[in-house]
């Protein structure tokens, strides 16, 4: 019988897309993939370490899988491997640890420790595997790395300097999912728009993934500000394939807490981004981080980002409290902000970003949209998203997984938005 393995992923959607590729060489040497929390021989948390709850919930998630299953071998990869290191040596739920660069070939490593237990990988892989993905959208790393060095992120530690995939190498493996039947795929890297194989930027890789015929959609995860934003909206504006949605990281609109950050920008500069952006692209989807109780942040400080925030077209809002990570500036800086005064903005803007979000659905009221279907419930209903990031719910019936449908807007509640398969002219 092959062995079983399951996989936990905190954070982001590189971390995904990673997964997806480990799962992949797991799949390769011979072992079954199993859901998370079933019997299983070996059990991968991929975790993440970019805040101190996403850490905690990594290794939370190692105690769950060993209480659940006393039997299985726990590994703790990626991120946490690199910024805990030493600490988790003795760890009651970790039975081993691996770093970024030993994580794809963990069925290697676990063979050479037990050969008695677990398979040999092959030693070549003429036709490399689909890579399995939890969501219908294809998830593809193209980069990682970062070497910005903002003052509050571990990510230059836990992931080192920028290194980007050949994009020949990236064609070819977005050929391969695009023939086993995804219709859209995301883009994704520690830095995205530091992609740079030889002469080609990202716009050069976008363009190349263009290309392919069956290739419908493809969304970019989140692109910083001072790297290639000017080049990707010019190019959105023009494209039918690229999805019109920007993720662009704010964390601060008060230029004295940027400063501190180390943020490559002001907020004039940031807001003169989106106002070029917003004009290319009117339909645009436009979301951001925030981090909200950075060291010195004043309420004078908080105000000013509150004021950016309201005066930007923003329709996704990711909010977080400032986390002290060990290793980084910030975490030596005097004036730290207590507990409760982070968690009384992030609910200020909470409310915000709630607001924003439910204005912007409302916006396509009456108008069409193109929506890839994620799911199909029980009704025949099909569940998804728009290119510009909005969840929807088109009724009808004979909808199918990654099949991309054009609907007419009926309503909106929450933030999403419900419509149905006519054209908005009635007919």
């Not at 101190?52 to 726990?74: D, F, I």
């Not at 070939?105 to 490399?128: G, K, N, W």
């Not at 039947?181 to 890789?205: C, K, M, S, W």
């Not at 493809?218 to 394939?241: N, P």
């Amino acid at each position: 019988m092959n062995p079983t393995v399951s996989f936990k992923t905190i954070g982001c959607r590189l971390n995904q897309a990673e997964t997806a590729a480990m799962t992949a060489s797991f799949t390769r040497a011979g072992y079954q993939p199993t859901p998370f929390g079933t019997p299983c021989d070996v059990t991968i948390i991929h975790g993440c370490a970019i805040t101190g709850k996403a850490e905690h919930s990594s290794l939370y998630a190692a105690r769950q899988a060993k209480r659940t299953n006393p039997g299985t071998l726990v590994i703790l990869a990626g991120c946490p491997a690199e910024t805990l290191g030493p600490t988790l040596e003795h760890h009651p739920s970790v039975d081993l640890t691996v770093g970024q660069t030993e994580k794809f070939s963990i069925p290697e490593r676990l063979h050479r420790l037990q050969p008695e237990r677990f398979p040999r990988p092959p030693a070549t892989c003429p036709d490399p595997p689909v890579p399995h993905f939890e969501t219908q959208r294809a998830l593809i790393k193209v980069q990682d790395g970062c070497d910005f060095h903002c003052a509050y992120c571990i990510v230059p530690t836990a992931r080192g300097n920028p290194v980007s995939r050949p994009l020949a190498e990236i064609r070819d493996e977005v050929h391969r999912v695009v023939e086993a039947g995804f219709t859209e795929i995301i883009l994704t890297g520690a830095n995205l728009g530091r992609y740079q194989d030889g002469p080609h930027p990202l716009v050069d890789l976008i363009r190349t993934l263009e290309a392919l015929p069956a290739l419908k959609r493809i969304r970019l995860s989140s692109v910083e500000i001072t790297t290639t934003e000017a080049s990707i909206i010019d190019h959105m504006a023009a494209s039918s394939k690229l999805c019109h949605f920007l993720h662009i990281p704010l964390q601060s609109g008060d230029d004295r807490t940027l400063a501190a950050m180390g943020r490559r920008y002001d907020a004039t500069a940031f807001r003169k981004t989106i106002d070029y952006a917003v004009s290319r692209i009117p339909d645009l989807g436009l979301g951001t981080d925030i981090i909200v109780g950075f060291p010195g942040e004043n309420d004078g400080a908080f105000d000013n980002t509150v004021k950016l925030v309201r005066d930007l077209p923003f329709s996704n809002l990711h909010i977080f409290p400032y986390s002290r990570r060990s290793g980084t500036r910030a975490d030596t800086m005097t004036d730290q902000i207590p507990d409760a005064k982070k968690k009384e903005r992030l609910q200020a803007l909470t409310v915000i970003g709630e607001t924003k979000r439910q204005l912007y659905a409302e916006s396509f009221i009456g108008k069409q949209v193109s929506v890839l279907i994620e799911r199909v419930d029980k009704e025949g209903n099909g569940h998804g998203w728009t290119g510009q990031y909005v969840q929807a719910r088109i009724t009808g019936a004979g909808f199918e997984p990654r099949q991309i449908v054009t609907a007419c807007v009926t309503r909106a509640e929450a933030g999403a938005i419900e419509a149905h398969i006519r054209s908005c002219d009635g007919r």
